[in-house]
């Protein structure tokens, strides 16, 4: 076996430090931390990473500054800045300098791995150790062993298997994926491995959701603005797409983007440029792009979401991603692997289980939320029992959400089921309660709530704002 790839990380904060060690040495990595620039400096020159991992704003200097002087040295080291106050101007800063990627906090420790496991290792130095760590861990008893696939996909089941198939095709080429899957399902992390497998992978990669971003700044965070463009655009602003020149643009919930500038998105996937809000000059710009959406497709276009011309675009390699109670034989080894996540981060030394009856709630509970629903489960029963094992009490639960034989949806609860709406209440007063719950049941993800309930993303806003403003 080759050595161990050697990571330095970065941050003034001894909390991620003990963090990011402790994760990083169990995913096999040799790791050395330090908590300033110039301690990092010096590191650099005896430990020799293969990665810096940093924190952008640092007491002696920033991330960027460090960046600067890593950049003097190897060019092949792949350097990850992270920080707190992510800005698109920051960005392109970090990744112009050098930066293989820019994440913020709080890390997705998925994505992260996917960036340690695409980065390359450099030569060994002569009287360089493998094995140097300044590292003293916590040590977490190891639990019944996930199957971990690409990007860290945990699962074994067939459908989770063709799905990698599928992200290996994806990768090989260059072409627009549509990655199509119900909310939670993890679509993101099928972004991020088909971008670590790929050629791209050494590119920027950036993310937007249609659904998350006002409608009336979506054009200028994706194409830009030019100064005066509209009220308070003071300066020329850099949009996404120029942010991921020669790299890969992820556009998230593409199904809830306004149709108007549907048409321009499609015009830039069909000549490769673009123009920037109240621009007039045109801006070649070469970007892989990969959508997701958790419609279907064919439906979004018949109810006026996605054009269809867009969605022939888009639509040249297709994943579907499994719900989770689809493949709900996987649900033991992510609830294990939630666990050990849980273990880490929360730096617990004693064991942590699950018993058997509260396995058996989670492997028949219907998981509306798929894996993002059953991971923030697995996370609060983790706070209430640990160190200690799981019960059925712990989890949370309400068994009313169990899908039925009879069930009309085919064992898919729809919108309300399981829901209690007292009697006498005006219709105003149920749709609230309806809405609220609908909400919470996936986890606060409006696009996933207006999916559920019929509705249109910027209704369920509208209704939010009637709802905050004393309204019904």
């Not at 019944?144 to 690409?150: D, L, N, R, S, Y």
């Not at 996909?153 to 290996?168: K, S």
């Not at 919108?415 to 009697?423: E, K, N, S, Y």
Request: aromatic fraction near 4%; glycine fraction near 10%.
């Amino acid at each position: 076996m080759g050595r161990a790839t050697r990571v330095l990380i970065v941050d003034d904060e001894p909390a991620m430090r003990e963090v990011l060690l402790a994760r990083l040495e169990r995913w096999g990595y040799s790791c050395t931390a330090v908590d300033n620039v110039a301690a990092a400096k010096g590191a650099v020159d005896t430990f020799h990473p293969d990665v810096v991992i940093s924190d952008l704003v640092m007491p002696d200097a920033t991330g960027l500054d460090l960046l600067e002087a890593l950049r003097q040295g190897d060019v092949r080291r792949t350097i990850l800045l992270i920080t707190s106050y992510g800005t698109i101007d920051t960005a392109v800063k970090a990744i112009k300098g050098g930066a293989a990627n820019f994440l913020t906090k709080p890390l997705d420790y998925a994505a992260l791995r996917a960036q340690l496991e695409a980065a390359p290792q450099l030569p060994d130095v002569p009287g360089m150790s493998a094995t140097t760590t300044t590292a003293t861990t916590t040590q977490i008893p190891a639990p019944a062993a996930p199957v971990i696939g690409e990007g860290g996909m945990v699962g074994a089941h067939p459908l989770l298997v063709r799905m990698q198939e599928r992200i290996r095709v994806a990768a090989r080429g260059d072409a627009p994926v549509l990655i199509v899957g119900e909310s939670g399902t993890g679509k993101e992390l099928v972004a991020r491995t088909i971008v670590a497998q790929s050629p791209r992978r050494e590119r920027p990669f950036v993310i937007v959701n249609a659904a998350a971003i006002p409608e009336q700044l979506v054009e200028a965070e994706l194409f830009g603005a030019e100064k005066g463009a509209f009220t308070g655009a003071d300066k020329a602003r850099v949009g996404l797409f120029e942010l991921a020149h020669t790299g890969t643009l992820f556009l998230d919930e593409i199904t809830e983007m306004p149709m108007p500038l549907q048409a321009k998105l499609l015009r830039t996937l069909e000549d490769g440029r673009i123009r920037r809000l109240g621009g007039r000059v045109e801006i070649p710009c070469n970007v892989r792009i990969i959508a997701a959406t958790n419609r279907a497709p064919t439906l979004a276009v018949e109810q006026g979401r996605l054009r269809h011309d867009l969605h022939y675009r888009l639509d040249v390699v297709r994943i579907d991603v499994p719900a989770l109670r689809d493949r709900a034989s996987d649900i033991p080894l992510l609830a294990r692997h939630f666990l050990d996540d849980c273990a880490g981060r929360y730096g617990v030394s004693g064991p942590v289980d699950i018993d058997a009856a509260a396995m058996a709630v989670l492997e028949r509970h219907s998981w509306p939320g798929n894996i993002r629903e059953l991971k923030n489960v697995i996370e609060r029963a983790f706070v209430v029992a640990a160190p200690g094992t799981i019960g059925v009490a712990h989890l949370g639960l309400d068994d009313r959400d169990a899908p039925r034989d009879d069930d009309e949806t085919g064992g898919v609860p729809g919108p309300t089921h399981g829901m209690v709406i007292p009697h006498g209440l005006t219709l105003a007063e149920a749709e609230r309660i309806v809405i609220l719950e609908t909400l919470k049941r996936v986890g606060g993800n409006k696009a996933e709530a207006a999916r559920r309930l019929g509705l249109d993303v910027k209704t369920i806003r509208n209704k939010l704002k009637t709802f905050d403003g004393g309204g019904p």
